[in-house]
C-alpha cells in the first residue's frame, strides 16, 4: 500500500490576501484597534522626531554636512 507524499513548501494560498472581511472583523476587535493605533502614533510620533532634529541640527548650524552626518550616525 503506497503512501501519499506529503507536502512541503508554502500552501498554495500564501500570496493571496484574506477577505476584507476579515479585515473588518481585525478593527472591530478593540484589543486590536488599540494596538494598531498605538503601533501608528509610534511611527508618527518617530518621522516627526527624526523631521524636528534635522531641522534643528540645520537651523543652529547652517551646514548640509551637519544634517548629512546626523543621517550617517
Known amino acids: 500500500m503506497a503512501t501519499e ?3 512541503t513548501g ?3 494560498n500564501a500570496g493571496s490576501l484574506p477577505p476584507p472581511s476579515s479585515y473588518r472583523a481585525l478593527f472591530a476587535n478593540g484589543d ?3 494596538l ?3 503601533g501608528l502614533a ?3 510620533g518617530s518621522a516627526i522626531a527624526v523631521v524636528s ?3 534643528i ?3 543652529a548650524t547652517g551646514s548640509f554636512l551637519a544634517v ?3 543621517g550617517a550616525s
Open 36 to 38: 494598531f493605533s498605538a
Open 57 to 59: 541640527v540645520a537651523e
Open 5 to 7: 507524499p506529503t507536502r
Open 32 to 34: 486590536y484597534l488599540r
Open 10 to 12: 508554502a500552501p498554495e
Open 68 to 70: 548629512g552626518l546626523l
Open 53 to 55: 532634529v534635522t531641522w
Open 42 to 44: 509610534s511611527v508618527a
